[in-house]
């Protein structure tokens, strides 16, 4: 099945639309087992996704951080699938900072090959495959292609998560050369290694696939790597 990227940014839209109609009035806040927050807007923007993927992508099964109940028994037999988070950066949609993202990614072969990330309070995509290439886009304005670069001589520009410091990460970045270092919320960090406004991204805590995927492979097709502390690339659904 040939996968429309464009019809894939019209659901991740819809679904913010869904997150916006919430984000601009009063939303109460659950908590799950974890004692991660959830708000009605992660279970909105999940509906839409699933209903999207579902209608124009029959037959490709969807694994989503507010649908995860499915057994790895099950899902190991997927030769694809899409990975979802609904909304990723839940803490910064509390906060009100704008900083949270809807991330649709496909799995291959233990692969993610492609994903759309969309920032809902700023009207703005990042999306790429090692086919197309890697892109922005904000509003109706073009689609601009974005890459990743090299690091400057005199450093490198770090972006760190705005919710999750850890000592690790501190101990971390003793050990090279830091130029600058920016705090950003959700997947967004990705995407800012993406399109060149930062060299490193350091994730030395405990994440989750759905976390990773959407820009992961946008990372990829913008030229960069997403790898494990070991070197080994970052693989999906084992």
Not at 21 to 47: M, N, R, V
Not at 116 to 128: C, E, L, N, R, S
Request: overall charge negative; glycine content about 8%; charged content about 25%.
């Amino acid at each position: 099945m040939q996968i429309d990227i464009e019809q894939l940014c019209c659901i991740a839209k819809d679904a913010g639309t869904a997150i916006m109609d919430i984000y601009d009035g009063e939303h109460q806040i659950e908590f799950k087992e974890d004692k991660s927050p959830l708000t009605a807007a992660d279970k909105a923007s999940h509906d839409t996704i699933v209903a999207g993927l579902t209608r124009h992508f029959p037959g490709i099964p969807i694994l989503s951080e507010e649908g995860a109940d499915i057994s790895y028994q099950q899902r190991r037999e997927w030769p694809r699938f899409w990975l979802v988070d609904p909304l990723d950066g839940t803490k910064e949609f509390i906060k009100r900072n704008g900083e949270f993202t809807v991330n649709i990614a496909l799995i291959e072969g233990n692969q993610s090959i492609l994903g759309v990330v969309y920032v809902p309070a700023q009207d703005k995509f990042y999306y790429g495959s090692t086919a197309l290439g890697a892109f922005t886009r904000t509003g109706d304005e073009a689609a601009l292609p974005i890459q990743t670069r090299m690091p400057a001589d005199d450093g490198f520009v770090v972006v760190m998560s705005r919710s999750h410091p850890s000592p690790e990460l501190s101990d971390y970045l003793e050990t090279i050369k830091v130029k600058d270092a920016l705090s950003i919320g959700s997947s967004l960090k990705l995407c800012v290694v993406a399109e060149g406004c930062a060299d490193l991204y350091p994730r030395l805590g405990p994440t989750m696939e759905w976390d990773t995927a959407a820009g992961h492979a946008v990372v990829v097709a913008a030229g960069g790597q997403v790898v494990q502390p070991t070197g080994e690339a970052l693989i999906y659904n084992k």
